[in-house]
């Protein structure tokens, strides 16, 4: 069964670009999550989901961030513009529904330029 | 919010010997006790978790045990080998579902 696939891996943008990552989950997960990991740290959630609904952003900073999950499967995660500071690596994870075992992606790693 | 600590930040070990590493969290709502294990380049990996019902479990040679009272649970590998190195990162979770990363320890094992 495939994991969690995550596109694209790298992504070198310069400042003020916009940016998109896109998730696919676990097939049947119903919850969905994006983490953010700067280096030398854990991963901090931005948003999370459950089908289509974001139960959780009270993390993703809005001005500059937007997600979606269209049909509860699926999901992008933007960024216009970009800044400096948005380098990092952008992680998707998904589970089941009341079960707490997350999925990885291995990430995209973005670096603003 | 949950505070969430990881100690040590790093541990080096020698190929063969026992590792620990503790977490305490400050959410007494937490119910899911996970640990996750991150490779150079990948995303990170669930190895183990407990409930909090359970106070310690076992997987070969890896086991967790929890101290809900004191708010800390703890990750062990025996035997290590050097593909045990890796960042580790605890991230307790509530009730609903919000996992809390900690900041991670570097485990290097020496041959």
Do not use: M
Not at chain 2, 3 to 29: F, M, R, W
């Amino acid at each position: 069964e495939a994991g969690v696939v995550q596109s694209p891996r790298y992504k070198i943008i310069e400042k003020k670009q916009p940016v998109a990552f896109w998730c696919n989950p676990i097939s049947g997960h119903n919850t969905l999550y994006w983490y953010r990991q700067n280096l030398g740290q854990g991963p901090e959630l931005l948003i999370r989901y459950e089908n289509e609904e974001a139960v959780d952003d009270s993390q993703l900073p809005k001005d500059r961030f937007s997600a979606e999950r269209l049909k509860g499967v699926d999901s992008t995660l933007k960024i216009q513009p970009a800044e400096l500071g948005d380098s990092a690596v952008y992680l998707c994870a998904s589970s089941l529904i009341l079960r707490n075992e997350a999925f990885f992606g291995q990430g995209t790693r973005l670096t603003v330029v | 919010g949950e505070n969430v600590e990881q100690h040590p930040s790093t541990l080096s070990v020698q190929e063969g010997d026992s590792a620990v590493i503790k977490c305490t969290y400050s959410d007494s709502a937490s119910n899911y006790f996970p640990w996750y294990k991150q490779e150079l380049g990948k995303g990170p990996q669930l190895i183990i978790d407990i409930r909090s019902n359970v106070g310690e479990k076992k997987d070969q040679r890896i086991a967790v045990t929890l101290n809900k009272t004191a708010k800390h649970f703890s990750l062990h590998i025996t035997e290590t080998q050097p593909e045990d190195s890796a960042v580790y990162f605890c991230g307790p979770t509530d009730s609903w579902g919000k996992l809390q990363f900690g900041a991670g320890t570097q485990v290097v094992v020496t041959p």
